[in-house]
């Protein structure tokens, strides 16, 4: 297996909390950046986040910074997404991705493997 596997999922209530998990095989994710992207209905694949291969660096979206925290546990490969205080224009598709290299930055096309994804709805 190489590409990412996301859960973790689900229906929320605006205000509540959801967890995201995305487990990718050692050998393809230890020395890459990772992210999380999302895609709602009739709209782009839009970048949520991303940490750097030590995990020490993050980055957000304006609109999710101070209520999602990225983070990854390189020992298990492990990448995660706390939400917290979500809100109904947070639902969409959200898709694990694994960059080309240590770094990356928002754009979709420095990433190369990605999940299929996992469906976050949240209701007001």
């Known amino acids: 297996q190489v590409y990412p596997v996301e859960s973790g999922g689900g229906l929320a209530q605006a205000g509540g909390s959801l967890r995201l998990t995305c487990t990718v095989p050692?050998?393809?994710?230890?020395?890459?950046?990772m992210a999380w992207f999302r895609q709602a209905p009739g709209n782009e694949r839009d970048f949520v986040a991303n940490?750097?291969?030590?995990?020490?660096?993050?980055n957000y979206a304006d609109s999710v910074k101070g209520r999602f925290t990225i983070s990854r546990d390189n020992a298990g490969n492990a990448l995660y997404l706390q939400m917290n205080s979500l809100k109904v224009e947070d639902t969409a598709v959200y898709y694990c991705?694994?960059?080309?290299?240590?770094?990356?930055?928002?754009?979709?096309?420095?990433?190369?493997?990605w999940g299929q994804g996992t469906q976050v709805t949240v209701s007001s």
């Open positions: 940490i750097n291969w030590r995990g020490g660096a993050t």
């Open positions: 991705a694994v960059a080309r290299g240590p770094l990356a930055g928002t754009g979709k096309d420095q990433y190369q493997y």
């Open positions: 050692r050998r393809t994710a230890s020395n890459n950046a």
